[in-house]
Every structure is written in structure tokens, then in C-alpha cells.
């Protein structure tokens, strides 16, 4: 049997399948996973979300992050932060929420983040890197996972060697591993031979993350780690169908037509978690990625010239009404044999 599709158990939370969508910032939210497990995910990892902002936040701030969709399946929500004490107060409330498991961000390269210490600076005190993941699994009672990468720079191991303690002195239930270095944020080759050497030296499951854009890829990758499941991430950016095709149930690309239908399910859920103007502005972030998919499936009928017009049209929209007036002016070409 193919080793993609077989069920596997991380920290007692049983996943039907190897094929998981990455925490991904200002996107993951409970729509964005719902469709991933609509088109066959196992698993999903939320946005990453800030342990102050949950500890000192107000409902609304609660609501907005930690809200799950019971159709959603198993689902980790991703916290970051570098002070045990709030790592612990925030974990509790996610402990409440129902998620499957919390993953703690370790890997982010940006300064916003860093600066604080959280993020990829974790890599720079284990000793509190291990602290906080401690906290955040005495605080919540939920199995925790965390997402790191090799180091700073090319050439340094301390993330491996933080993966090691995580998973011996914190008890992890498994390690998220971005094989690029921080300093190359998400650009350049992954190393997916060390990822490979972590997967395994580590007594834990590896979850792999990087450079997975095709479905294709997404198995060599996949024999080439022994991963015990790969991440999603920009591959899946208004591509669900690209967990079909991985996990077999899809060979060729979308039509135009079931291409649309998806963003009109987009905007419909934008509609459910925002208020309408705030989910129009929202939205815009996503059309592009859809508007790609068009050009995937036809570049001669959608050509860059024609889309750009489309895209420019659905970026002014203010309102989930206009959105879907811009929506419905699209053209498609009849399908195939219609
Ligand atoms: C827009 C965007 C947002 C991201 N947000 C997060 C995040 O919140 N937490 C995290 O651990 N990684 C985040 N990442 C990193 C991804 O989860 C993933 O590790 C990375 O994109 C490498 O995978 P890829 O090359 O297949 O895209 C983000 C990446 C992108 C492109």
C-alpha cells in the first residue's frame, strides 16, 4: 500500500493519512483547513498564533483563532512565543478549544517575531525552548509538536540538536522540520538529506515541510526523508485539488469551472468568519492564487493580460456582494466535450 495514504498516530491523535497543510500566517484559519480536509488532508495546523495575544486577549481575539470547525478533523493550532509562563496560560485556553494538538512555532524567520524571541530566535536558548514547550503541554494537556528548522545559517545544527531535547527532556510528540536554514526564509534548495538524518536519529515522528509544490515532489521527498508525513504549504495556496493529486484521488488539473465554484465557496466561508467588508478586504490575498489555476488549465484562453484585468477588478471589491458579481463575470471556456 502506499505509504501516503496510511494512518498513522502522533501523540495519541490518530490522522488517517500522511498528508498534513503547514501553519501558514493570516491564512490557515478554520475555512482554509476545512477545505484542505474537504480534498483530503489527514491533518491540519492553524495560522500561528501569538501565546500573548491568547493570554491577554479578549474573547473576540479567542473566537477569531481558535475557532474550529467540528468537519474539520484532527487539527493543531500553532502557538508562538518565548515566555513559558505565558506559552503555559495560553496553552490552557487552547486545551479548552478542541484541538487535537498544539504545535509551537520555532522556525519563523521574520523579525517581528524574532525580536520578541520567539520564532527561529529560539534556536539561540534551548534551555528555554524546552520550557516552553514543557509549559505549553502541562498547561493544556494536549500532545505538542514542534516546527523548527536546522539553524540560522548554512552550516549550523543547533535546531537538530534542540529536536533531540525537545523530544528527550520536553516530551514532544513530534517535530515539524523546515530543512532550510533561517537566513534563507523560504527561498533555496531544502536540505532534505538532513532532514533524512533527523528523521532518523529523532525518537519521534518528523513531520517534513518544504519545497513540496507538486505532487510529484511531494513523493520523492516523501521516500527520500522516510518522513512520517509531509506539510503543504505554498504548493496548496489556492490549490486544494493538490491534495487529490497526492493522495491519488485526482489526476489531471481543475476545470475552469470547479475552479470558480472554490472561490465562490471562499467568499461564502470569508462571509461566515468576517464581517462582510472586512472578508471582501480579506479575500483579496486569495484571488491571485485562484486566478493561477485558470492559467495552470488554459494559458492561451486566460492569458496573463486577461487575468491581470480579472484580478484588478476583484481586488477593488469592497463588499462579498461585489465579490461575487466580479466572480460570475468570469468566462469560462465551455469543458471539454460539453
Ligand atoms: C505565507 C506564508 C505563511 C507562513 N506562515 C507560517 C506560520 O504561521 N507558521 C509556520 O511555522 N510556518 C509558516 N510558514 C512556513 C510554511 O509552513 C512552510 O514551512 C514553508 O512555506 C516551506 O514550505 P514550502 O516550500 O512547501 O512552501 C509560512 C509560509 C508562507 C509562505
Known amino acids: 500500500m502506499d505509504r501516503l495514504l496510511e494512518n498513522w498516530n502522533i501523540g495519541g491523535v490518530d490522522v488517517v493519512n500522511r498528508v498534513v497543510l503547514a501553519p501558514l500566517a493570516g491564512i490557515g484559519n478554520w475555512f482554509v483547513r476545512l477545505q484542505a480536509k474537504r480534498y483530503g488532508a489527514g491533518m491540519t495546523f492553524s495560522e500561528m498564533v501569538s501565546s500573548h495575544g491568547l493570554a491577554y486577549g479578549d474573547r473576540r481575539t479567542r473566537n477569531e483563532f481558535l475557532r474550529l470547525d467540528p468537519r474539520e478533523g484532527p487539527t493543531g493550532i500553532q502557538l ?5 509562563a505565558i506559552m503555559r496560560e495560553a496553552a490552557a ?9 498544539i504545535d509551537i512555532n520555532m522556525g519563523c524567520p521574520v523579525k517581528k517575531v524574532c525580536r520578541t524571541g520567539a520564532g527561529s530566535s529560539m534556536l539561540r536558548d534551548p534551555d528555554n525552548a524546552v520550557a516552553v514547550a514543557t509549559a505549553a503541554s502541562e498547561g493544556s494537556g494536549l500532545p505538542v509538536t514542534v516546527k523548527l528548522r536546522p539553524g540560522f545559517k548554512p552550516g549550523e545544527r543547533d535546531g537538530v540538536t534542540l529536536a533531540h531535547r525537545l523530544a528527550d527532556e520536553a516530551g514532544v510528540a513530534g517535530i515539524a522540520f523546515h530543512p532550510r536554514h533561517a537566513s534563507q526564509q523560504h527561498k533555496g534548495l531544502p536540505d532534505y538529506d538532513l532532514a533524512r538524518e533527523v528523521v532518523e536519529s529523532l525518537p519521534v515522528p518528523v513531520i517534513l515541510s518544504g519545497g513540496l509544490l507538486t505532487d510529484v515532489k511531494v513523493r520523492r ?10 506539510m503543504l504549504a505554498r504548493g496548496s495556496l489556492g490549490n486544494p485539488w493538490l491534495f487529490e493529486r497526492v493522495t491519488g484521488e485526482r489526476d489531471g488539473l481543475p476545470e475552469p469551472a470547479e475552479v470558480l465554484d472554490e472561490l465562490a465557496w471562499v467568499i461564502d466561508r470569508a462571509g461566515e468568519h468576517y464581517e462582510d467588508g ?5 479575500l483579496r490575498k486569495f484571488y491571485p492564487w485562484y486566478l493561477e489555476r485558470l492559467k495552470e488549465f488554459d494559458g ?11 484580478n484588478q477588478r476583484l481586488q477593488t471589491t469592497d463588499s462579498l456582494e461585489q465579490a461575487r458579481t466580479a466572480l460570475d463575470s468570469i468566462d469560462v471556456p465551455a469543458a471539454a466535450g460539453a
Open 300 to 310: 492561451t484562453y486566460f492569458t496573463r493580460a486577461r487575468l491581470n484585468k480579472i
Open 221 to 230: 521527498v516523501f521516500e527520500q526523508t522516510g518522513a512520517a508525513a509531509v
Open 80 to 84: 508562538f512565543g518565548a515566555d513559558p
Open 278 to 282: 472586512r472578508a471582501a478586504r480579506y
Open 93 to 101: 485556553i487552547v486545551g479548552e478549544s478542541g484541538a487535537s494538538l
